[in-house]
């Protein structure tokens, strides 16, 4: 009888743990719906990359969806959002060294005209889908020869992202 209510509360306790990716999976559940306001700046293809996003794919603007690029370790990939005052629906799939540790959204744009013409600018966004920080930290880790991109997986890393299998 002694040892059974020590049992039973180690069970408890167990039973009431959450493993990283159920931590994960919570912190995405409460960001969906936030509206936020960031700072956001623009890009176009003829900077470092051209046309290809950081996954490999190509940048996207116009259709459904817009292409766009943050921290990861602060907005991760495939976060879809939606730019409140144009009404744009855009995604993170890009990363750049000047937003490494700053909250701050790149927005992907065809022309270094409208780059110009966007400027700096802060804008009110609704988030829509949270992307996957698990997800992010797998992309993200063979490339730690970059300062930029360590100094993500490190905050990563610390935030408790475990890459997937």
Wanted: proline share 4%.
């Amino acid at each position: 009888m002694r040892y059974l209510l020590p049992l039973i509360l180690a069970l408890f306790l167990i039973g009431c743990a959450t493993s990283p990716t159920q931590r994960q999976a919570q912190r995405s559940n409460s960001h969906v719906g936030q509206k936020i306001t960031v700072r956001t700046t623009a890009y176009t293809q003829t900077e470092a990359g051209g046309w290809k996003n950081a996954i490999g794919g190509r940048l996207h603007f116009g259709g459904d969806v817009y292409s766009a690029a943050s921290d990861w370790s602060w907005l991760p990939l495939g976060t879809r959002f939606k730019l409140l005052s144009c009404n744009r629906e855009y995604v993170i799939e890009d990363y750049g060294s000047a937003l490494v540790g700053r909250q701050t959204i790149d927005l992907f744009f065809t022309s270094r005209k409208e780059v110009r013409k966007w400027g700096v600018r802060h804008e009110q966004i609704q988030i829509l889908e949270w992307g996957s920080e698990a997800m992010s930290l797998k992309l993200l880790a063979p490339r730690c020869r970059n300062g930029h991109v360590a100094v993500m997986v490190a905050q990563l890393k610390k935030q408790g992202v475990v890459p997937p299998s």
